[in-house]
């Protein structure tokens, strides 16, 4: 199948490396022609496991192919995806002016049938509003051309988006013509061998179900905070309290990690477009206003608890900080709870020294030089001589420690962890002072006492 994929953004490459390697022909479109030139040369823009591997597999055979010329994108392919981005507006509704500049160029090039697909995260009522822009660019030309336009959500997880889009449990796909339909089904055919993983609706439950499950996930992660919070001043471990509920098949073990807030480009977006969506629409979202709530000043806990720790004086501290990136095995920063971290302490007169395996050059990008932001290459380089360490993300390379040695490199011995890396009394053995998430403070191992 000829597929044409605008914009060569995380979920745009993704797709257009996926869809060519199980025999597409694929055709990438993107406006900004840097970065189609790095793409040419093989050169990602972006870190993501198996990428690099298969963008280059397909190139050299010819399947993926990149372009900055509008109308030979459209000429290509039957199917016309649109992967560009939709940031979020000052009130958080999301800004659909590039989707919509792809429906008109899509309207203005078009010659014959089209299926558009809408693979960006959109707001409800998107799909109409491109069929309407098309439409009027086509009627504008004096055409009659025939078009569907589809709604087909990406569930990528950053980190493990070619293993998602290659096993994910679903590919939802809200349309309500036959014809695009078939088209659908012939594009996800080498995916969905096995068991059927196609469901079919309309447009509008397709567009609201990326929403609902990005919404649903955080709403569970910012549960567990709330909970590990309450935690904390009960006494109790939230560990404990995790697996005790986990295992009840009704809540299940999934994303119940308690931490310090989710960030990414996914659900603080999606959830802040949501509750401006509801609003739109005279309903007021409480639930899901409470959820982004909760998030925002659990990020604000690290900086809280290490403030706490140091009796409030942080000016001419150094601070180490393992971990940039909002999760592992990306070097993504958009709203990493690290951001917030960073941005308090340095208002609070306290430099950084920051190590991440992989988010480095993010995090030179975002903040360029500056007196206090001091990027180091180890974790050890991190800490040395530095007063107290934070940890933001839960790389592999941070999971063990020798605590003893740890105890000898800060200055001040504390260890505040956002994410739970450690039994508590492990580290407090070594003379550090811990200070994780939803673990009271005077807990004990079992049987260690
Ligand atoms: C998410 C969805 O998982 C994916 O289906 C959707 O298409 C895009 O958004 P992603 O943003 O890549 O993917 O990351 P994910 O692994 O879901 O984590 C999101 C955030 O939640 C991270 O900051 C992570 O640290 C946090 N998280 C996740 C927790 O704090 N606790 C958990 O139990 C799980």
């Not at 999301?94 to 792809?102: E, G, M, S």
């Amino acid at each position: 199948m000829r597929i044409t994929i605008f914009g060569t953004g995380y979920v745009g490459l993704v797709t257009g490396a996926c869809l060519s390697d199980v025999g597409h022909n694929v055709l990438c479109m993107d406006v900004d022609e840097a970065k189609v030139a790095r793409l040419l040369d093989g050169d990602m823009p972006i870190f993501e496991p198996g990428l690099e591997h298969l963008v280059k597999r397909n190139v050299a055979n010819g399947r993926l192919r990149f372009t900055t010329d509008t109308a030979s994108a459209v000429a290509f392919g039957t199917l016309q995806f649109i992967a560009v981005g939709t940031p979020p507006d000052e009130d958080g509704s999301a800004d659909l002016q590039y989707v919509l500049a792809v429906a008109r160029a899509i309207g203005e090039h078009m010659n014959d049938y089209k299926v558009i697909v809408d693979k960006s995260t959109v707001p409800v009522g998107t799909a109409n509003n491109v069929h309407e822009t098309i439409r009027q660019v086509l009627a504008k030309r004096g055409c009659d051309l025939d078009f569907n336009v589809c709604s087909n959500p990406e569930f990528l997880k950053e980190g493990a988006a070619i293993e998602d889009f290659t096993y994910g449990a679903r590919i939802i796909v809200g349309t309500e013509s036959e014809r695009a339909k078939e088209l659908m089904r012939e594009c996800y055919a080498p995916y969905n061998r096995h068991h059927e993983k196609l469901m079919f609706m309309d447009v509008r439950s397709a567009e609201l179900t990326k929403y609902a499950a990005n919404a649903m996930l955080a709403t569970k992660i910012s549960f567990m905070n709330e909970i590990a919070n309450l935690a904390e001043r009960l006494g109790a471990d939230i560990e404990a309290v995790r697996h005790g509920i986990g295992s009840d098949p009704r809540i299940g073990y999934h994303f119940i990690y308690p931490g310090c807030g989710y960030g990414g480009s996914c659900f603080p977006k999606d959830v802040q477009a949501l509750t401006r969506t509801a609003q739109q629409v005279g309903y007021e979202a409480e639930l899901l206003a409470s959820v982004e709530a909760v998030n925002q000043r659990q990020k604000g806990t690290l900086f809280n608890k290490l403030a706490q720790a140091l009796n409030r004086d942080l000016t001419g501290k150094t601070i180490a900080l393992w971990g940039l990136s909002f999760k592992p095995n990306t070097d993504d920063m958009r709203d990493a709870p690290s951001r917030d971290l960073m941005e308090s302490l340095w208002t609070a007169g306290a430099k950084v020294r920051a190590y991440d395996p992989e988010a480095m050059n993010e995090c030179r990008r975002i903040y360029g030089d500056r007196d206090d932001l001091i990027l180091v290459k180890s974790r050890e380089d991190a800490v040395r001589g530095a007063d107290a360490l934070v940890i933001c993300t839960e790389w592999k390379v941070f999971r063990s420690v020798d605590f003893y040695w740890l105890k000898q490199q800060l200055a001040i011995p504390v260890v505040v962890d956002g994410r739970n890396l450690y039994e508590p009394y492990d580290v407090k053995q070594a003379g550090l002072l811990y200070f994780a998430v939803g673990r009271a403070d005077s807990l004990q191992k079992p049987g260690k006492n």
